[in-house]
């Protein structure tokens, strides 16, 4: 499972960890399989204030503003029609 708040946490440069206690099977999350957000498998393991920040500048993302808000534009275009 892959949860697209943890993912926009991380790129926003927040502290995020990938909690799965009991995961029995491959590690889905994008995130923690390339090694930039710490996994803990064992609830018991995990402290709050004990990891490392992650540090979103490993994952490069371009936000095309113009591009988003052409989408936008064409969202409402297509809505205000129906």
Do not use: N
Not at 7 to 15: D, N
Not at 34 to 61: I, K, S
Request: cysteine-free; proline content about 7%.
């Amino acid at each position: 499972m892959t949860s697209i708040l943890l993912i926009e946490a991380f790129l926003v440069g927040k502290k995020v960890v990938s909690l799965q206690p009991g995961l029995k099977g491959p590690d889905h999350l994008i995130l923690s399989r390339r090694g930039l957000v710490p996994v803990f498998r064992e609830r018991q393991r995990f402290d709050p204030f004990g990891f490392t920040a992650a540090d979103p500048a490993r994952f490069p993302v371009h936000f095309d503003t113009e591009r988003f808000l052409q989408l936008l534009d064409e969202i409402l275009s297509v809505q205000s029609f129906t």
